[in-house]
Each structure stands twice: as structure tokens, then as C-alpha cells.
């Protein structure tokens, strides 16, 4: 019996370099290995602050598909669309995907995140089933006041992969993958880096430097600022093998983020054996075990500078944790496992 079709809608570019859109692609290419008939509805990629075309659209695409058929809808664009969402219901069967709740983003106003959540609570609440990336997400769903029933946890796979050379010469060499965005808290690890620049080390930053042009012009005049230009290199996004190069020269893993809802480049540092400092914000904490890495309180540049002078100094410590990470790899879900999870959901909604 042929599986019942499933459409997508998705905001922005479905190729984005983020762990959100990988998340997407994975999932969709692996039900199509499967035998599932997958369509892909692109919306505009002004959400989750969309215009008034862009609210049209997603409304007319919606509409537009057949009655009983399921819909899995990119909680980049689902918080937002309540209204939208509410009216097809009955119709539909609708799967939200959430990555993180959007009122957690850094930046917001408390009058922007109090009407996301009023938003989001009300999408979500229409959904006949909803998938998060991580226990830290449902979470915080639980707190929005969605039936821990009405929830999935479905992780991101990881893909295996080489243990790092980690030569661990002078220079250190410090690995950050991330889009340059507020949320990443690359500001707070400049400064920290700041702190220890009497310490051997370089700097490779790998992320967009386009998804927000203002945080990425605010660290490079950050870098500038602090001298730390010939020590640091920007490398914006790109593609799979340089960011394979970059893993396998680095020594250590850095990403600052202020919250993450399951947080990809983490488990692909561990997949690699690198040890990784981070902050305890969202899922980091379930991601990455204390055993692989050390976690700070986020938005302190001197808690990071503190675990960056340990980590640089203490070859001991970089030692114990890049063991825990040779453990933490072996316990990493696979794709094909979770791409299984999700076939098994969805012939059940």
C-alpha cells in the first residue's frame, strides 16, 4: 500500500546553513528514501515576521492542499500563523515541528516575546501532534501548556565521523560553528578571548555571515577593536568538507550560545572527539554530557575566559573531556534511526 502523501511548508531557503534547515532537509530526503511521497511548499522567507503577501500566501498554500492529507509545518512560520492554521484543523492533519519555541530568541522585547508566546500557544494548540528536537524543547511546551501527550521528542541524527587529529601544538587551535546571530553569544566569547590573549591560540569562526548583517558588522568591529584580528578568521558559511577540514585541525570546541533548542554543531564536535566548552542555556545541557564538556553560565564573558585559561592551560582537562566526547559519540543517535521515528509517527497521525 502506497504511504499517503505528505507536504511540507517551510519559510526561507530549505539550503540555509543552519542546524534548523539541515534538521528539515535530513528528515524529508530520508522519507523520500523511504517510499513517501514528500512535497515541499516554500513561504516567503520574511517569517517569523511576515508580511501581509507573506501571511497570504501561506494561507492560500495551505488551502490549497487536499482534504485528510498531512502537513508538517516549520515552527519558524507555524508560531505565527495561529489564525491560519486553526482554520484547516478539521481538514487537515497538521504536524507542527518546533526546533525551539520563538519567544526565546535573543532580542526580543518583553511586549515581542509575550505575544509570540500568546501566538505560538495558540498554533501549537491546533496541531494534531508536534515534534521537538529535543527534552529541553517539550519542556518548554510543557510550560506553554501543551499536553506532554500531544508531544515527540525526535532529535537530530548525527552523521559518524573521523576523530579530530587534535595535534595539540602551540597554537591551540579553537573551533566555533554558528551563524553570526545575537543568540550565538559570539560577542561574549571575543571578549572572553580578549582576556586570555596571553595565551597561544587561533580562532577559526565558521557561520553565515548574512543571516544578520548587523551582529556579523558588530563582531568584526568587536574584532578589530581588540586587536585580535591576526588571531581570528571569519570564514562565513561553507560547504562540507571545509567545514570537515575544520573540525579535523581543531583542538577544541567554543560556541557561546544563549540558548539552543538541541544545537547540531555540538553533537557534531562530539561526533569528531573534540572537547567543547559551551554555556548551560537550553538543550546544551542534554546535548553535550559534563563528562565531554565544560559548561558555563551564559552572557559572561569571564566565566568563559575562566573555562578558555583552563581548557588552554591544563592538557590533563582537555584530555579527560576529550575522552568523555569519544564516549558521548558512540551514544549519538543516526539519521536512519530517527528518520524511522518519524515514519513510525506519522503513520500514526
Do not use: N
Not at 502537513?71 to 497538521?94: C, K, S, T
Not at 573540525?247 to 540558548?259: C, G, I, K, R
Amino acid at each position: 500500500m502506497p504511504l499517503a502523501p505528505l507536504r511540507f511548508l517551510i519559510p526561507g531557503d530549505l539550503l540555509a546553513p543552519t542546524g534548523g534547515y539541515r534538521y528539515d532537509r535530513r528528515l524529508i530526503a530520508g522519507l523520500r528514501a523511504q517510499g513517501k511521497q514528500v512535497a515541499v511548499a516554500a513561504l516567503d522567507a520574511s517569517f517569523p515576521r511576515p508580511s501581509a503577501t507573506a501571511r497570504a500566501d501561506a494561507t492560500a498554500k495551505l488551502k490549497a492542499v487536499p482534504d485528510d492529507h498531512q502537513v508538517v509545518i516549520d515552527g519558524l512560520a507555524l508560531g505565527v500563523i495561529p489564525e491560519v492554521v486553526g482554520a484547516e484543523r478539521e481538514r487537515l492533519r497538521l504536524i507542527g515541528l518546533v526546533h525551539h519555541p520563538l519567544a526565546d530568541e535573543t532580542g526580543l522585547s518583553t511586549a515581542q516575546r509575550a505575544a509570540l508566546q500568546a501566538s505560538e500557544s495558540a498554533a501549537l494548540a491546533a496541531m494534531r501532534k508536534l515534534v521537538v528536537t529535543s527534552a529541553a524543547t517539550a519542556r518548554c511546551l510543557a510550560q506553554m501548556g501543551i499536553a506532554a501527550e500531544q508531544v515527540a521528542v525526535i532529535e537530530p541524527g548525527t552523521d559518524p565521523a573521523p576523530l579530530a587529529r587534535r595535534a595539540g601544538r602551540d597554537p591551540l587551535r579553537l573551533l566555533c560553528v554558528g551563524a553570526l546571530i545575537p543568540r550565538k553569544g559570539h560577542r561574549y566569547l571575543i571578549e572572553a578571548l580578549a582576556r586570555v590573549r596571553d595565551r597561544p591560540w587561533r580562532l577559526d569562526l565558521i557561520g553565515s555571515l548574512e543571516a544578520d548583517p548587523a551582529t556579523a558588522a558588530s563582531i568584526q568591529a568587536q574584532i578589530g577593536r581588540l586587536g585580535l584580528g591576526e588571531r581570528m578568521v571569519l570564514h562565513g558559511a561553507v560547504d562540507d568538507s571545509m567545514l570537515e577540514a575544520a573540525y579535523q585541525q581543531a583542538d577544541l570546541f567554543v560556541l557561546p550560545s544563549l540558548f539552543e533548542g538541541y544545537g547540531m554543531a555540538f553533537s557534531e564536535a562530539l561526533a569528531h572527539g573534540l572537547p567543547i566548552l559551551g554555556c548551560d542555556a537550553g538543550a546544551v545541557a542534554d546535548t553535550v554530557p559534563s563528562s565531554a564538556g565544560l559548561l558555563v553560565a551564559p552572557r559572561s564573558s569571564a566565566a568563559l575566559a575562566a573555562g578558555l585559561r583552563l581548557l588552554l592551560s591544563d592538557r590533563r582537562a582537555r584530555l579527560r573531556l576529550m575522552a568523555g566526547a569519544e564516549r558521548a559519540r558512540a551514544q549519538l543517535p543516526d539519521w536512519p534511526s530517527q528518520i524511522q521515528r518519524w515514519a513510525d509517527l506519522l503513520a500514526h497521525v
